[in-house]
Structure formats: C-alpha cells, structure tokens
C-alpha cells in the first residue's frame, strides 16, 4: 500500500491513491479524481476527462466509470 499527495507516484502494489497530476497504477485498484488515468489493473474508476482502461469492462455512468466483471481476484 502507498499513499502519497505529490507530483508522481508509481504504485506497484495493491491500491494507490493520489490527488494529483498523473497516476499510473499497476496494482489491482485505482481512484483518480484528476486529468488521466492509466489503470492496468482490474478495477479502475474515474472522475475526470478520461480513461484509459485495459482491465475486464468499462460502462460509463454519469461521468463516471465503473469496472465490472469477474473481480473474484480481488
């Protein structure tokens, strides 16, 4: 786990949060609420202008994107 509120934060484990400029995220869950977002995870959600998901499935709702599917790893 690693939280952390400044300019870049890679993130290799499980979660990662950040309020900020960029944020890639490998682990297996990502929130943003910024510019971009690059989640090779499994869950990836979003608030912002857009999404860059390779994960299971994306449905956009109210500006907001939601990752469903098999989440059994998790």
Do not use: T
Not at 62 to 69: D, I, R
């Amino acid at each position: 786990m690693g939280e952390r509120r400044g300019e870049e934060q890679r993130d290799s484990g499980q979660r990662g949060e950040r309020r900020g400029e960029e944020q890639r995220d490998w682990g297996l869950r990502g929130e943003r609420r910024g510019e971009e977002q690059r989640d090779l995870g499994l869950r990836g959600e979003r608030r912002g202008e857009e999404q860059r998901d390779w994960g299971l499935r994306v449905i956009w709702s109210k500006s907001q994107a939601v990752v469903v599917g098999d989440l059994s790893l998790v």
